[in-house]
């Protein structure tokens, strides 16, 4: 994976095989979303915790969350159907 950075700093962009994955720019965090979007951080955070976002959209570091622009954007405009809500304790369970 590389990055290119336009001199002209009008963007930056990170390919992967010669494909563009994404703008640099399109980069959200959790407080960003809520901002947009008009919900509180709170309710961003129970989406993530109890898995009710699709995984595309977003992409954990460590414990930081960064949600990708264009994917909420696509998945708001086509309805932003959430999964149903995951029980915390039968999540582990899978796990084990």
């Not at 009008?10 to 563009?20: F, P, S």
């Not at 979007?37 to 570091?61: A, C, F, G, M």
């Not at 998945?75 to 915390?88: D, M, P, S, V």
Request: hydrophobic share 40%; net charge positive.
């Amino acid at each position: 994976m590389r990055s290119q950075y336009n001199m002209l700093g009008t963007r930056e962009v990170l390919y992967i095989k010669g494909e563009t994955l994404m703008e640099i720019g399109d980069l959200l965090t959790v407080k960003e979303v809520a901002e947009i979007y008009r919900i509180k951080e709170d309710t961003v955070y129970s989406w993530l915790h109890y898995n009710q976002l699709p995984e595309q959209l977003y992409r954990k570091l460590g414990r930081k969350v960064v949600f990708i622009g264009s994917a909420v954007s696509d998945w708001f405009y086509n309805g932003a159907e959430l999964r149903k809500r995951t029980a915390i304790k039968a999540r582990k369970e899978e796990v084990c």
